[in-house]
């Protein structure tokens, strides 16, 4: 296949992707995320919205600093400040993108933009050239495009690429389209626009009624040569395409489909068990390539069908996507040298050798209760080192009775900004317990809207993987902790999201208008 069959694949994991409540990420985590990506061969990375916060500013720096085999990406609404801000981040980057956007359907110019399409045509224009003049890729968005008029998206588009965008992206912001019609929308836009050769059409598309993924595929089918997704399909409210739904449609259905994809897809589950690690969001069960069923075959009949012949009931094979059957790295009588190795190897550097010989340290404690250790571990191990330090919260120590027949009982220690408390409390539980026991001393005034628990690994001598997710005052963040004690998981989790959400950084959401 030539060039032009190739199929762009363009990871907003870490910027729309952050944009699920909750799903806030800090530097080092996105850029641990950043080079899982560039390990999975995607061609662009949207690193983030870099005026969004000093923070995300400071993430886009350093994954361009660091990043040289991907495309890296940032956000900007089309105004003067927020394109800057983005060339400014993207200064270190091998190959910078700028992508600006603006909405275009009749609904958000008239309420959220207020303003006449010609002023939205100028806007677009203006911003394209000016992102032009700082980077040599520019991307320009529809934003609502699933929604907009088709006249004005021609006459906007090809504004646009006469501006100098050479990556058009027309996303179904609300989850709205239709597989049919998006498909066909992508088709007339390509036959209509005169200048429709000069760039190369993308899209985008969330999951309101779980059909980004069809969408995405439709407009595929119909020529577009980028799609926009993320891993584990995260993102603003229902999400994004998922990237492993995607890429392996493509790989398997390659009869139907006319593209080919760069994707190292034995990459696919370590990213997606690494993104869900770091964000505390579980993966389903039973979610299509990366569920931890989704090549198991329960009935006996596909057993039986599997073991004669493979092909009866798989329609592609575990290995490809990454499921390896023995992911054993390390054991307790690794050293620290094979500890920082393997850790290097999943992109994890320790700034100064007091961090690492912490994290040694939880490294030799779990190795002393759970014989096994594999790439998960680690990484849940290094996401809580990396979480704990410098914080102001610290679990000090923890007892919890639970007693057939008695109610349970916490008795826990914190340290808060450098002062012991301890406090007891009963619960429906030994965690309602302990969240208690937290509370009596912290009185955050949050409210819990999510429990979970994941096994990372197989075996009752895994770690427990607990998320929680704390709501106040309309923020949510998700903290997250792991143990081989689910208990001490828990506490772990919920002191993580208390931490975030004490520490309440404000930042922009590129939807509302204003810097
Ligand atoms: O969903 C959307 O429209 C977006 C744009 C900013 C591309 O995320
Ligand atoms: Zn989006």
Redesign the pocket.
């Given at each position: 296949m030539s060039d032009k069959d190739r199929l762009i694949i363009f990871d907003?994991t870490l910027?729309?992707g952050e944009?699920s409540p909750g799903a806030t990420m800090n530097q080092e985590e996105k850029l641990r995320i950043a080079k899982a990506l560039e390990r999975l061969r995607v061609d662009v990375i949207e690193a983030g919205f870099a005026i969004a916060s000093p923070g995300d500013f400071n993430s886009i720096k350093s994954i361009s600093e660091t990043i040289k085999d991907s495309r890296i990406c940032s956000?900007a609404r089309a105004a003067d400040a927020d394109i800057d801000r983005a060339a400014e981040a993207l200064k270190s980057a091998n190959a910078p993108r700028i992508?600006t956007?603006i909405?275009t359907s009749p609904i958000h110019m008239k309420y959220k933009l207020r303003m006449e399409p010609d002023q939205v045509l100028e806007r677009a224009v203006a911003a394209v050239k000016r992102a032009r003049n700082l980077v040599d890729d520019v991307e320009f968005?529809c934003?609502?495009?699933g929604r907009s008029e088709l006249d004005f998206m021609c006459r906007i588009i090809e504004a646009a690429i006469d501006a100098g965008a050479s990556t058009i992206?027309i996303?179904?912001?609300?989850g709205y389209a239709l597989p049919h019609q998006f498909g066909e929308l992508i088709s007339q836009l390509l036959n209509r626009i005169p200048n429709a050769d000069k760039a190369v059409f993308s899209v985008?598309c969330?999951n309101d009624l779980g059909l980004a993924v069809a969408n995405s595929s439709a407009a595929v089918m119909a020529g577009a040569r980028q799609v926009?997704c993320t891993i584990n399909g995260l993102?603003?409210r229902a999400g994004?395409a998922s990237l492993e739904e995607l890429v392996m449609t493509v790989a398997t259905r390659h009869d139907a489909f006319p593209v080919y994809t760069n994707i190292k897809t034995e990459e696919i589950v370590p990213c997606s068990r690494l993104v869900s690690t770091i964000t505390g969001f579980p993966v389903q069960p039973n979610k299509a390539i990366v569920g931890a069923n989704a090549f198991a075959h329960e009935a006996g009949i596909h057993q039986d069908g599997v073991l004669k012949h493979r092909e009866t009931y798989e329609i592609m094979r575990a290995e490809k996507v990454g499921w390896a059957a023995n992911r054993m790295v390390l054991g307790k009588h690794s050293g620290r040298a094979a500890f920082a190795d393997r850790l290097d190897s999943l992109g994890v550097k320790f700034e100064t050798k007091e961090a690492l010989n912490v994290a040694f340290a939880k490294f030799k404690e779990l190795a002393d209760k759970k014989h096994e250790i594999f790439d998960e571990d680690l990484h849940a191990l290094v996401s809580d080192t990396h979480r704990t330090s410098g914080v102001h919260i610290k679990l000090v120590d923890l007892s919890v009775s639970s007693i057939m027949g008695e109610t349970p009982k916490a008795e826990i220690s914190l340290h808060v900004e450098d002062k012991e408390h301890s406090a007891e409390a009963k619960g429906s539980g030994p965690v309602d317990a302990t969240f208690k026991a937290i509370e009596e001393i912290m009185h955050s005034g949050t409210k819990l809207l999510l429990y979970s628990v994941n096994a990372i690994t197989s075996g009752t001598d895994s770690q427990g993987e607990v998320t929680v997710r704390l709501e106040k005052n309309g923020r949510v963040v998700n903290g997250s902790g792991a143990d081989t004690d689910i208990v001490i998981a828990s506490a772990k989790a919920y002191l993580d999201a208390l931490t975030l959400i004490l520490a309440n950084p404000k930042k922009a959401h590129?939807?509302n208008e204003g810097v």
């Amino acid at each position: 296949m030539s060039d032009k069959d190739r199929l762009i694949i363009f990871d907003t994991t870490l910027r729309d992707g952050e944009q699920s409540p909750g799903a806030t990420m800090n530097q080092e985590e996105k850029l641990r995320i950043a080079k899982a990506l560039e390990r999975l061969r995607v061609d662009v990375i949207e690193a983030g919205f870099a005026i969004a916060s000093p923070g995300d500013f400071n993430s886009i720096k350093s994954i361009s600093e660091t990043i040289k085999d991907s495309r890296i990406c940032s956000l900007a609404r089309a105004a003067d400040a927020d394109i800057d801000r983005a060339a400014e981040a993207l200064k270190s980057a091998n190959a910078p993108r700028i992508h600006t956007f603006i909405a275009t359907s009749p609904i958000h110019m008239k309420y959220k933009l207020r303003m006449e399409p010609d002023q939205v045509l100028e806007r677009a224009v203006a911003a394209v050239k000016r992102a032009r003049n700082l980077v040599d890729d520019v991307e320009f968005s529809c934003e609502d495009a699933g929604r907009s008029e088709l006249d004005f998206m021609c006459r906007i588009i090809e504004a646009a690429i006469d501006a100098g965008a050479s990556t058009i992206n027309i996303p179904d912001t609300v989850g709205y389209a239709l597989p049919h019609q998006f498909g066909e929308l992508i088709s007339q836009l390509l036959n209509r626009i005169p200048n429709a050769d000069k760039a190369v059409f993308s899209v985008h598309c969330h999951n309101d009624l779980g059909l980004a993924v069809a969408n995405s595929s439709a407009a595929v089918m119909a020529g577009a040569r980028q799609v926009e997704c993320t891993i584990n399909g995260l993102g603003e409210r229902a999400g994004n395409a998922s990237l492993e739904e995607l890429v392996m449609t493509v790989a398997t259905r390659h009869d139907a489909f006319p593209v080919y994809t760069n994707i190292k897809t034995e990459e696919i589950v370590p990213c997606s068990r690494l993104v869900s690690t770091i964000t505390g969001f579980p993966v389903q069960p039973n979610k299509a390539i990366v569920g931890a069923n989704a090549f198991a075959h329960e009935a006996g009949i596909h057993q039986d069908g599997v073991l004669k012949h493979r092909e009866t009931y798989e329609i592609m094979r575990a290995e490809k996507v990454g499921w390896a059957a023995n992911r054993m790295v390390l054991g307790k009588h690794s050293g620290r040298a094979a500890f920082a190795d393997r850790l290097d190897s999943l992109g994890v550097k320790f700034e100064t050798k007091e961090a690492l010989n912490v994290a040694f340290a939880k490294f030799k404690e779990l190795a002393d209760k759970k014989h096994e250790i594999f790439d998960e571990d680690l990484h849940a191990l290094v996401s809580d080192t990396h979480r704990t330090s410098g914080v102001h919260i610290k679990l000090v120590d923890l007892s919890v009775s639970s007693i057939m027949g008695e109610t349970p009982k916490a008795e826990i220690s914190l340290h808060v900004e450098d002062k012991e408390h301890s406090a007891e409390a009963k619960g429906s539980g030994p965690v309602d317990a302990t969240f208690k026991a937290i509370e009596e001393i912290m009185h955050s005034g949050t409210k819990l809207l999510l429990y979970s628990v994941n096994a990372i690994t197989s075996g009752t001598d895994s770690q427990g993987e607990v998320t929680v997710r704390l709501e106040k005052n309309g923020r949510v963040v998700n903290g997250s902790g792991a143990d081989t004690d689910i208990v001490i998981a828990s506490a772990k989790a919920y002191l993580d999201a208390l931490t975030l959400i004490l520490a309440n950084p404000k930042k922009a959401h590129p939807q509302n208008e204003g810097v």
